[in-house]
């Protein structure tokens, strides 16, 4: 187990507009408010259209993370995830999951790491800035080279 005690900052409601990426959208915010790094506990949207991570396939090792994705429509989505702060290359590094019903299948759900999404009608956010410590994706080579959220105790 990693745990540190968080020193929280600024609290944002956010609101993205109808026809919008998702993640554009996000990174604009951050940008315009000199974000770095933010837990967001929880969203609600429409999204036109969604991409995230699943197979249909039978997977050959069912404990190695999928890089497959899905493609829905027309569906509801509620989420929550983590940003870091990628120095090297200036840019954001989201970490979304979500649940998503889809409408005109009776809400049929799936869940999983959000890829790409375009707002339908809206997009209503929390988000949480972290002052400290500093929170960082390390590569861990011993679990499929996956990024994992990490709290540098010493920044």
Same mark, same amino acid.
């Given at each position: 187990? /990693?745990?540190?005690?968080? &020193?929280?900052?600024?609290?944002?409601?956010?609101?993205? #507009? $109808?026809? &919008? /990426?998702?993640?554009?959208? %996000?990174?604009?915010f951050f940008k315009m408010n000199n974000l770095k790094q933010a837990f967001i506990p929880m969203f609600i949207a429409g999204f036109?259209? *969604? !991409?995230? *991570?699943?197979?249909? !396939? &039978?997977l050959e090792d069912p404990n190695a993370p999928v890089w497959s994705k899905v493609y829905l429509e /027309? *569906? #509801? =989505?509620?989420?929550s995830g983590t940003v870091t702060y990628d120095e090297k290359n200036d840019k954001i590094v989201?970490?979304? $999951? +979500?649940?998503?019903? +889809? &409408?005109p299948q009776?809400?049929?759900?799936?869940?999983? $790491?959000l890829l790409d999404a375009k707002v339908q009608f809206l997009?209503?956010? %929390? =988000?949480l800035e972290v002052i400290s410590p500093k929170m960082e994706r390390v590569v861990n080579p011993n679990l499929y080279n996956i990024a994992l959220l990490n709290f540098r105790h010493d920044a």
């Open positions: 187990m /990693n745990s540190v005690e968080i &020193k929280l900052g600024r609290s944002f409601g956010v609101t993205f #507009e $109808h026809g &919008k /990426n998702f993640f554009d959208e %996000l990174s604009e036109q259209s *969604v !991409e995230m *991570v699943g197979a249909c !396939e &039978k /027309n *569906v #509801e =989505v509620i989420g989201p970490h979304i $999951h +979500i649940s998503v019903g +889809i &409408k009776s809400g049929s759900a799936h869940t999983s $790491h997009t209503e956010m %929390l =988000v």
